[in-house]
């Protein structure tokens, strides 16, 4: 009997080593190991891509197409396995980071190539030579966005918040810089990225307001046709003014509308601003959740979707986010935190232009 238990013992104590993960040399279980050596693959490949890149620039080498689309994915390889790194090694979790990312999220060692990888994008999505700037690039975005919600009947507290929000639509679009061209894209241009369908519409759309806005706000109106005799014979996008007032009519004039409900149901003022924006990036289902009724639990789950979310950071860093097949707006607003800091710039420059 005694025997019998004696190998009875030794069987489980062989069964719990077989079924137990592999440990490596520094005390890591197998899955530990993979997610150091797949972060460490990441961290490498990014730091090689930005070598090569500022290499190309500084000996003025020719660029490939779409130089930032290497760039844009080596980034978030890094972040997205080291959120793996850290969900297999929670003790990885280290400082916070000036960029405000999740600590879980990114190593705040690694700052400097965060400013290397801005630094690059700056370059490469230089204005084109011609391209008409403003003096008064934050204002304009505001004085624009406010006399159309106010042209599409909005009272003018509501038609403030629209201007705030605009505002961080330019931020979010372009970090608050104009005329910028666009490194991983050829369709998209100048400060609200606007493609040339896209401008087109939203030019066709103010033409019809025009005779509001002038009775609204005259001197305005009178820039306005300034900007557009400026702009004749150019691309739009590349004027400051047009293409922020025909990127607004395109994708966000009539939504301006829904202000005074949304507001309700999201009082963040971020929030607000990260619902526009996705505006720009998912219209469609944006548009639907409004009118559901049910905003905040309106759910997505088409692939189409949830691919153009993650190209644009949301859901698009460690397994857990990447495996999601589908979103409630509750959650895809928690999921846009890469925002949070461009729209606390904006809001920081609204308060500025208004002057409190």
């Given amino acids: 009997m005694g025997l019998r238990r004696l190998a009875a013992a030794a069987f489980a104590v062989l069964a719990l080593l077989v079924m137990a993960p592999a440990v490596g040399q520094a ?22 891509i930005l070598a090569e890149r500022r290499r190309q620039i500084d000996a003025k080498e020719p660029l490939p197409n779409l130089p930032g689309q290497a760039l844009y994915l080596a980034r978030v390889a890094v972040i997205s396995t080291y959120k793996d790194l850290t969900d297999a090694i929670p003790s990885r979790i280290g400082k916070p980071n000036k960029f405000e990312i999740p600590p879980a999220y ?27 700037k403003s003096p008064t690039p934050f204002k304009d975005v505001v004085d624009l966005a406010v006399v159309i919600a106010r042209a599409k009947g909005l009272a003018s507290h509501h038609a403030e918040i629209a201007g705030r929000i605009s505002l961080g639509l330019f931020y979010a679009e372009t970090n608050g810089k104009q005329n910028v061209r666009n490194a991983r894209s050829n369709t998209y241009m100048g400060s609200f990225q ?11 759309k103010w ?14 109106s009178a820039r306005d046709d300034k900007e557009e005799a400026r702009a004749r014979g150019t691309d739009h996008r590349f004027n400051h003014w047009t293409n922020v007032r025909d990127g607004l009519m395109n994708a966000h004039a009539e939504i301006f509308r829904e202000i005074p409900g949304i507001v309700k149901t999201l009082p963040d003022p971020i929030d ?7 505006i720009q990036i998912v219209p469609t289902p944006t548009r639907s959740a409004l009118k ?30 990447r495996s999601r097949t589908s979103a409630r707006f509750r959650e895809i607003l928690a999921a846009m935190w890469l925002f949070n800091r461009k729209f606390e710039k904006a809001m920081g420059k609204h308060a500025e232009i208004k002057g409190r």
């Avoid at 033409?207 to 305005?220: M, N, R, S, T, V």
């Avoid at 009724?293 to 789950?301: E, K, M, P």
């Fill in 292 to 321: 559901s009724g049910d905003l905040l639990n309106y759910r997505v789950s088409s692939p189409t979707v949830m691919k153009y979310l993650r190209n644009n950071s949301i859901f698009a860093f460690g397994q857990a986010d």
């Fill in 27 to 48: 005390g890591l279980t197998s899955q530990q190991a993979a997610a150091v050596a797949a972060y460490d693959r990441a961290l490498a490949d990014f730091k090689s």
């Fill in 106 to 132: 990114f190593d705040a060692a690694i700052e400097p190539l965060i400013d290397e990888y801005a630094a690059l994008f700056e370059i490469m999505e230089a204005p084109p030579a011609g391209a008409q």
């Fill in 272 to 278: 607000q601003m990260k619902l526009f924006q996705l």
């Fill in 194 to 204: 606007t493609g040339p369908s896209e401008d087109r519409n939203g030019r066709k």
């Fill in 207 to 220: 033409d019809k307001i025009k005779g509001d806005i002038a009775a609204i706000d005259p001197e305005l």
